[in-house]
């Protein structure tokens, strides 16, 4: 089996050690669809704001990307376990960087199923082709879960392959997302020299950015409640990997 044409497992390290893991599918390879029109009734939600849709990557578009990724993913029939592009709201649309791992450029949409089991989504689409499909639980439902928890499978959208560690392609998009509790109000993301207010969205935040320069250190993630009060540091989470691998 090639490597295109293969299916991955990645867990979440963080509940690794006899506890929960949450899996995630990988599939790579190319699309047996394009981009097609959506009718209203069948499109995705989303996403709260215009700020989400970035690099002119436009709902139309990205909600013609979700389709052919849930289509891919089933090997081109519809209806399959991930359910129908209706059952997703559009948490991101960003340019994707190729590498030397994945080369080529295009871009990622990121969608969160709001009808069905509790799931996250991340298309990579180059070329008007699928090039790339993760799909992780976004399952929050564990005992010692904080009130945050940064998706740290979704390592594509903030770094590129370790392979070009040292030699990065810049300027580089990137973005952090994971899951909040309602308590949550506010959320920063800092990566390198710069720090974004995140989006609130579908009990998710999504912050996105901009790199001129390689960097060492993941994404910086802190949450505030309603009374200004801070709830998480990802610098004091043991299980948050605070350096890129």
């Known amino acids: 089996m090639s490597h295109d044409d293969k299916t991955e497992q990645e867990f979440d390290g963080r509940y690794g050690q006899g506890g929960h893991r949450r899996a995630e599918s990988v599939r790579h390879g190319p699309a047996v669809t394009g981009a097609h029109a959506l009718r209203d009734a069948v499109r995705p939600s989303g996403p709260a704001t215009e700020g989400q849709l970035l ?7 990205a909600a013609a990307g979700l389709k052919d990724c849930l289509e891919y993913h089933t ?5 399959g ?8 709201r559009i948490l991101l649309a960003m340019r994707s960087t190729g590498d030397s791992n994945a080369p080529g450029d295009g871009h990622f949409v990121v969608a969160i199923r709001e009808k069905g089991p509790r799931t996250r989504l991340i298309c ?8 790339g499909v993760n799909v992780g639980s976004g399952d929050q439902a564990i005992p010692d879960a904080p009130v945050v ?7 594509k959208l ?4 370790i392979i070009d560690r ?4 810049l300027p580089f998009r990137w973005a952090s997302v994971g899951t909040v509790e309602p308590s949550v109000r506010r959320v920063t993301v800092s990566y390198g020299d710069e720090t974004r207010e995140a ?9 996105a950015g901009e790199l001129n320069q390689q960097v060492t250190r993941s994404p910086h993630v802190k949450e505030y409640d309603a009374g200004g009060r801070l709830v998480y540091d990802s610098d004091q989470d043991t299980y948050y990997t605070q350096t890129l691998p």
Request: glycine share 20%; proline share 4%.
């Open 55 to 61: 690099d002119g990557v436009d709902k139309a578009t």
């Open 75 to 79: 090997g081109g029939a519809g209806g």
């Open 81 to 88: 376990y991930l359910g129908e592009p209706a059952d997703y």
């Open 124 to 131: 990579n689409i180059k070329d008007g082709a699928v090039s």
């Open 149 to 155: 928890m940064p998706d740290i499978n979704a390592h």
């Open 158 to 161: 903030r770094m590129q392959s």
């Open 166 to 169: 040292g030699d990065w392609r």
């Open 199 to 207: 989006v609130l969205d579908g009990g998710w935040y999504v912050a």
